[in-house]
């Protein structure tokens, strides 16, 4: 099957906030096919490597039927001649190195999705570091006091004053990336005190 090369979309950048340059950070958002969240359908994902952002979005063949059409409007039709994940991947892994930070936006969910979905393939995918933008927001925003319903990307969007798409993969992943950063500048705190060791 021939390789299809992802399709590049261009983040919106910052111009407030520098990212260390000795680590790679792999912002990434899924939309997945059904309730077993174990096949994607579509992706986004921002690379930050040495302090230079690239991003890249592309629909994924699941190769599976896509029940959550009403949640993020992506069918069936739509991915048949899309790239499986595994081709996604082939294309972006010479693109990260072997220690990189795994960012998303309620991590567990994004995290746990890509390693089901790639170990299909045979691809074991276990980041190094982790960094959750609700962590960020729990300890900048409400100090560790909050509702989880106060830490949804739609609403932190809203309130930060971000341009939101929700549930597009492509708009997701931008305002994951601008609403860190927000956070960081408003809190004048460093990336680096949210960083995690990966599971």
């Known amino acids: ?10 983040p919106i950048e910052s111009a407030t906030y520098q990212y260390p340059a000795e680590k790679t950070f792999v912002f990434v958002d899924v939309e997945t096919a059904n309730w077993a969240n174990d096949r994607i359908c579509a992706i986004g994902l921002i690379l930050v490597k040495n302090g230079e952002s690239t991003g890249y979005y592309t629909l994924i063949n699941p190769q599976t039927h896509i ?72 300890d900048i925003l409400y100090h560790f006091k909050t509702a989880s319903g106060d830490l949804k990307l739609n609403v932190l969007s809203e309130r930060l004053g971000v341009q939101l798409n929700h549930h597009n993969a492509a708009s997701d992943i931008m305002a994951t990336k601008q609403v860190l950063e927000k956070l960081l500048v408003m809190g004048n705190r460093r990336i680096e005190e949210f960083i995690r060791i990966g599971r």
């Not at 021939?2 to 979309?9: A, G």
Request: charge should be negative; glycine fraction near 4%.
């Open 67 to 138: 029940t959550f059409t009403y949640i993020h409007g992506i069918s069936d039709a739509d991915v048949v001649n899309a790239p499986t994940l595994d081709q996604f991947w082939q294309v972006m892994a010479p693109l990260i190195p072997h220690d990189f930070i795994f960012v998303a936006h309620n991590y567990r969910f994004d995290l746990s999705v890509m390693k089901k979905d790639l170990g299909r393939f045979g691809i074991d995918f276990k980041p190094t570091e982790l960094l959750d933008t609700m962590w960020v927001a729990r």
């Open 1 to 10: 099957m021939e390789q299809k090369v992802p399709n590049l979309t261009k």
